[in-house]
């Protein structure tokens, strides 16, 4: 579970994206991702369909950069 946790800390945090340009790619609420942004809310608490959401979403920018190289 650390590996998807760190995917999301990294999506998040080091990937550039605003929570808007998140929020539009996943469906998942603004408001949402900005409790975890300012860490309001843990991201060990967040819903399972989220995480994989958010999961898939750097998994996908991963492919993208790497095809690019």
Sequence with gaps: MS???DNIYKLLFE????NYQISKK???A????SR?????SDIENMSL???LKLN????????QKR???
């Design 3 to 5: 590996d998807i946790k």
């Design 15 to 18: 990937s550039g994206l605003t």
């Design 26 to 28: 996943t469906g998942i």
């Design 30 to 33: 603004q408001t949402t991702l």
């Design 36 to 40: 975890f942004t300012r860490k309001e």
């Design 49 to 51: 369909k989220n995480a």
């Design 56 to 63: 898939e979403l750097w998994e996908e920018l991963k492919l």
């Design 67 to 69: 095809s690019k190289h």
